[in-house]
């Protein structure tokens, strides 16, 4: 039998390069390998203030994104969170075996928390509880994020033995699994991309807009001339080239950038070309899907179906032993 593998992916902003290369990417290439189930979370994304109106749009464009990225829905489950409330009901339960000073730790809820100031509810702060619930109703062994969610992912697993040993053995242990590139920066060069941040490069964003944004973006600050030598190992492009450029490329920017041989200018337009030669394939795609609105939401809908009686199935059994 394959393991059971669960991932989330927000719906409160554009998918980004940061996500494909972190999480999605990843994803994909297990596809086959695991059962696999893929949960657009609505739930955690109304922790932060959001317009109603905009939701169910941003619930359909990150489903197509991500099914032109990969996530063939014949070959996984993708599924909406709010369609299965066993998730907000197993996130209850396990509040109570969850210690507040362990969330209290969580470095996301401190970074959010100084983000949204005039609004830190309580939902910011039980966060990880709802996270640890998403994978655990599943049973999933399995948990392919970014570096950003580590600490959730080791909350999830002690929140699990913490529930077995009180109620007895239910959930199995979840495991990270991260990618090659479980940290991407954003294009200012000071945080993680973020679709919360201004400093990404979206997966089906114009190539205008990419120029746009690449033609500004941050590289080694120490370089303030043309002719002055450059870093690359500072420089947050490099990182990109790593990812969507040729071995000869990143081998020859590698060394011109060093001796002021190649300028940043330059170096741009090549990333320029490739990150395009690389996104244009899913921009079709999700341009063809997004066309069809009604079939991805047959999609989801099919999806929930499935996680729904998996879902019910746990829950019976949390309950019973838990003399609820
Ligand atoms: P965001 O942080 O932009 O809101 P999500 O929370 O929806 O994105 O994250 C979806 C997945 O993408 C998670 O597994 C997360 O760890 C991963 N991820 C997000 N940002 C990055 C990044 N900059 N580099 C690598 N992985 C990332
Ligand atoms: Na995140």
Known sequence: MKKRLFSGIQPSGEVHIGNYLGAIKNWVGMIDRYDCIFCIVDYHAITVEYDPKEMQNRIINAAAVNIAAGLDPNKCILFVQSHVPEHTELAWILNTVTPMGHLERMTQFKDKAKQHRDNINAGLFTYPVLQAADILVYKAEAVP??????????????????????????????????????????????????????????????????????????????????????????????????????????????????????????????????????????????????????????????????????????MAEVRRQMGL
């Open 145 to 314: 994020i970014g570096e950003d969610q580590v600490q959730h992912i080791e909350l999830a697993r002690e929140i699990a033995r913490k529930f077995n040993s009180r109620y007895g053995e239910i959930f199995p242990d979840p495991k990270e699994i991260l990618s090659d590139a479980p940290r991407i920066m954003g294009i200012d060069g000071k945080t993680k991309m973020s679709k919360s941040r201004d400093n990404y490069i979206s997966l089906v964003e114009s190539s205008e807009s990419i120029w746009k944004k690449l033609s500004t973006a941050v590289t080694d600050e120490n370089r303030k001339r043309r002719t002055d030598p450059g870093n690359p190992e500072i420089c947050n492009l490099f990182t990109l080239h790593k990812h969507y450029s040729s071995i000869e490329q990143i081998e020859r920017i590698n060394r011109e950038c060093r001796t002021a041989e190649i300028g940043c200018v330059e170096c741009k337009k090549i990333l320029y070309e490739n990150i395009i030669k690389a996104l244009s394939p899913i921009r079709e795609k999700y341009e063809e899907l997004i066309k069809d609105k009604h079939s991805i939401i047959d999609i989801l809908h099919e999806g929930a179906k499935k996680c729904k009686n998996m879902a019910e199935i746990t």
